[in-house]
């Protein structure tokens, strides 16, 4: 019996050991990436952003740092207040909190980009929940940045069907036309270059999402570019830099038809049909004149 206790507490030991390696390990990380940063370098900087970011995706850790900590305070500005109104009638009071996504939303775009810990403290006095019921929720979905971003956000879809269609080849195109890897950001800080699960338009696969920071809440714009090629994929971010509007949606064709045009339905249709309606209405309404007509004969 001692000799079972004394296993299960050696494997308890070693259960733990390797546990605290596993978060010493994510900490190490998270740190090379802050301590690695040369405040004059402003690649530097960008990528070790980036890079903190692609460790903590699983986790979201947060670690005060002089631009994010828990001493800052924020608000939304008197301009999207009206915004934040609209979006809080939405619910009834009892249920506020399911403004959260909107509002998170609302306070990223604000921001340029990214949420800090004082936007998310605000949304939580503004819903009167806990802090943590907003932390879950933007540390949970990936359309929420807890780190800086480029003012455009460009997402390659990374999921089968682009895949298949020739994603990588784009995200590839992207890299060296940026000049950064992926979840990195451009040294001048105009592109984030990031990658999302399945959009919903697979059809018109390969695709691109941009999130538009630019121009604050009011100019915000989140567009899909789909039927891409590493060409046009480049083409759009070109024009996006210069300030220009690329065509939004597929780059080839009107909607989601097939890119060869109709497969389907091309010639008259073999039946079989509907029946004649119009002929069924006139025979409806030739019988209900005969009926009143006969009534009206007999009234005589
Ligand atoms: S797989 Fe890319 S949009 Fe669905």
């Known amino acids: 019996m001692p000799r079972a206790r004394a296993l299960a507490r050696a494997l308890a030991r070693a259960v733990d050991a390797t546990a605290r390696v596993a978060l010493d390990g994510a900490s190490m990380r998270a ?3 802050r301590t690695m940063t040369k405040p004059n370098d402003a690649r530097a900087v960008a990528t070790a952003r980036t890079r903190a970011r692609a460790y903590s995706v699983g986790q979201m850790v947060h670690r005060d740092v002089p631009e994010d900590n828990s ?6 500005e008197a301009s999207v207040r ?10 009834p009071s009892n249920y506020k909190r399911s403004a959260m996504i909107p509002l998170l939303d609302l ?13 998310m403290n605000h949304i939580a006095d503004v819903l009167e929940v ?17 780190q800086k971003m480029g003012k455009l956000h460009v997402m390659v879809c990374g999921t089968t069907p682009c895949m298949l269609r020739g ?20 040294a001048c800080g105009t592109f984030t270059l990031g990658e999302m699960e399945c959009m919903g338009c697979c059809v018109n696969a390969p695709m691109i999402a941009v999130a538009d920071y630019r121009n604050g809440v009011e100019g915000y714009s989140y567009n899909y570019y789909e039927d891409l090629t590493p060409q046009t994929a480049v083409k ?7 300030g220009k509007s690329p065509r939004v949606g597929s780059q080839i064709r009107d909607k989601a038809e097939p890119i060869k045009g109709l497969t389907t339905l091309t010639g008259d249709p073999s039946g079989p049909f509907s029946r004649d309606l119009d002929q069924i209405k006139a025979d409806v309404d030739a019988a209900a004149a005969a009926a009143a007509a ?4 007999e009234k005589k």
């Open 130 to 146: 806990a802090p943590i019921r907003v932390y879950e929720v933007a540390t949970f979905y990936s359309m929420f940045n807890r």
């Open 294 to 297: 006969a009534a009206a004969a």
């Open 82 to 91: 009206p915004k934040v109104d609209a979006i809080l009638r939405r619910y």
């Open 236 to 242: 759009v971010c070109e024009a996006l830099k210069a």
């Open 107 to 119: 306070a990223q775009q604000q921001n340029k980009g990214h949420l800090t810990l004082a936007m």
């Open 71 to 76: 001493t800052m305070t924020w608000t939304f």
């Open 167 to 186: 994603s990588r080849e784009i995200e590839k195109a992207l890299e060296e036309w940026m000049g950064v890897k992926k979840f990195e950001t451009t």
């Open 31 to 33: 740190t090379c990436a």
